[in-house]
Every structure is written in structure tokens, then in C-alpha cells.
């Protein structure tokens, strides 16, 4: 249970970050400002990292993995302009920091990690948050969200066939060296992709708008994240 005095601690922090961290560089979205000063970060933290909850940079969350910078997480939600009628795909639930960000702005998010022990971590931290529009699911994302996990008596529309779900956006929070072919399948036209491009050591985070013309990239900053592992991404 959290001390009184921890929690305001947290709070003064989560304040100052969106103040240093977000407002003073370019992240100017209103409903990703509000997001970022409500979500405690400190929940996604382990404990020996808990003094830095709110330092300017990722840090370990253990199996070799990272929660990203704070700034990183509200910059890829503000270029994947989120709102309430968005289906999102996640891939790389990692700490699940970015999905409750998402969750908190989206109709629905879908989000896939390959590894159990941080999938099911992140989903028990979200339940305790009482975030019940994620579904979860693990294993390689970078072949895309399962057919198998289509309920379709759910979705009218899909009127019982065995059609591909597709994704208002999708967000890819490890870097890859090419947007996987299933994903981009998986984004609906007029859809949008955030995605870090690039080698294994430095990438590029780029937009991809789906059009009816066809793709339209555009570059945002270099970017350094985790390896995407899987059939369409790295080799491990
Ligand atoms: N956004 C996350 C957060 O806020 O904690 C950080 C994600 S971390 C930088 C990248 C995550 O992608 C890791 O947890 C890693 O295990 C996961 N990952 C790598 N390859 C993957 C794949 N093919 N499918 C699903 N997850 C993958």
C-alpha cells in the first residue's frame, strides 16, 4: 500500500514531468497532456527503479526489456492522434505504460507481447487500475493480432467470417527494420502506423498514413528502442 506522503511525492513528480519533460518540448495535445498527468507511472516502475519513476529516460523493466522515455510515449500518442472511436493495435505491451496512455484515449486497445512474464504483469497492473478496454494477447506481433481472438459473435458486421480485424492505428514500440507486411495489412485505410524505422541501434520514428493513394511516411526524430523480435522483424 502506498504512504500518503509517497503518493503526493508521485504526483508533484508526474506534475513536473508534463511541465519539463512534455510541455517545454513539443508536446502540445491537450487530451495527451491530461492523459500523461493522470496515469501514475510509478505502478509500471519495479521497485528498486522507483526512485527514478519519473526520470527523463526509459529504464529496465526486467527480461532485457524497457519502459520507454515518458516523452517518447506522449510524443507517439500525439502523432497517432487517438480518440474515443480508435481501434488500436499495440505491439510491445512491455510494462503496459503506454497501453494504459492509449487505453485512457481509445475505444479499444489490442496489445501483444511476446514475452508471458510482462504481459502478464502489465495485465495485472492494468485490472488493478480498473482499465477494461485492452485485450491482451501474447506471442509475435509483428504477424499481426490473431484471427483466432476474433470473437466474432461480437462484431455483427463480420457476420460469422473468418475476415482479418483491422486497426484504426497501430503502434509499434520496438524498433524494426521495415513495417511488417501483416500490420500494414491489418491498418484500415485512412488508417494510421507509428513506428520506429531503422538499424538496431538508431532508428527513425516515422507516421504511415494509409491512404487510398497508398502510403505516406513522414519522418519525426531519431529514436532508439528495444529490438522488434519476430518473423517480420528481427532474428533473436
Ligand atoms: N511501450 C512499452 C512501455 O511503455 O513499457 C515499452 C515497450 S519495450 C520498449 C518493447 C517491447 O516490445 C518489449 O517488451 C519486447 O518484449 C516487446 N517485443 C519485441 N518484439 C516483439 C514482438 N515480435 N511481438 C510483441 N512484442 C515484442
Given at each position: 500500500m502506498q504512504q500518503a506522503n509517497e503518493k503526493d511525492k508521485f504526483?508533484?513528480?508526474?506534475?513536473?514531468?508534463?511541465?519539463?519533460?512534455?510541455?517545454?518540448?513539443?508536446?502540445t495535445d491537450p487530451a495527451v497532456?491530461?492523459?500523461?498527468?493522470?496515469?501514475?507511472?510509478?505502478?509500471?516502475?519495479?521497485?528498486?527503479?522507483?526512485?527514478?519513476?519519473?526520470?527523463?529516460g526509459p529504464l529496465p523493466i526486467g527480461c532485457g526489456q524497457t519502459i520507454s522515455q515518458p516523452?517518447?510515449?506522449?510524443?507517439?500518442?500525439?502523432?497517432?492522434?487517438?480518440?474515443?472511436?480508435?481501434?488500436?493495435?499495440?505491439?510491445?505491451?512491455?510494462?503496459?505504460?503506454?497501453?494504459?496512455?492509449?487505453?485512457?484515449?481509445?475505444k479499444e486497445v489490442y496489445t501483444i507481447e511476446r514475452i508471458e512474464h510482462?504481459?502478464?504483469?502489465?495485465?495485472?497492473?492494468?485490472?488493478?487500475?480498473?482499465?477494461?478496454?485492452?485485450?491482451?494477447?501474447?506471442?509475435?506481433?509483428?504477424?499481426?493480432?490473431?484471427?483466432?481472438?476474433?470473437?466474432?459473435?461480437?462484431?455483427?458486421?463480420?457476420?460469422?467470417?473468418?475476415?482479418?480485424r483491422q486497426f484504426d492505428r497501430i503502434i509499434i514500440?520496438?524498433?524494426?527494420?521495415q513495417m511488417p507486411k501483416p500490420l500494414l495489412e491489418q491498418l484500415k485505410t485512412g488508417g494510421i502506423a507509428v513506428v520506429p524505422l531503422g538499424a538496431d541501434y538508431v532508428q527513425e520514428l516515422v507516421v504511415i498514413e494509409k491512404t487510398v493513394d497508398g502510403l505516406k511516411t513522414k519522418s519525426v526524430c531519431g529514436c532508439r528502442f528495444v529490438k522488434l523480435i519476430g518473423k517480420f522483424g528481427y532474428s533473436e
Open positions: 504526483a508533484a513528480e508526474r506534475q513536473a514531468m508534463v511541465r519539463v519533460q512534455l510541455k517545454k518540448r513539443d508536446i497532456l491530461r492523459v500523461m498527468a493522470d496515469v501514475p507511472r510509478e505502478k509500471f516502475i519495479p521497485a528498486e527503479c522507483l526512485d527514478g519513476a519519473y526520470f527523463d516523452y517518447i510515449v506522449a510524443l507517439m500518442t500525439q502523432e497517432l492522434k487517438v480518440d474515443k472511436n480508435s481501434e488500436v493495435l499495440e505491439i510491445g505491451t512491455g510494462s503496459g505504460y503506454q497501453t494504459a496512455i492509449l487505453a485512457k484515449l481509445a510482462l504481459a502478464l504483469n502489465a495485465q495485472r497492473i492494468l485490472a488493478e487500475m480498473n482499465i477494461t478496454n485492452v485485450k491482451f494477447h501474447t506471442g509475435d506481433g509483428t504477424i499481426g493480432w490473431p484471427f483466432d481472438s476474433f470473437d466474432f459473435t461480437q462484431d455483427k458486421s463480420a457476420q460469422g467470417r473468418p475476415e482479418q514500440t520496438a524498433a524494426t527494420p
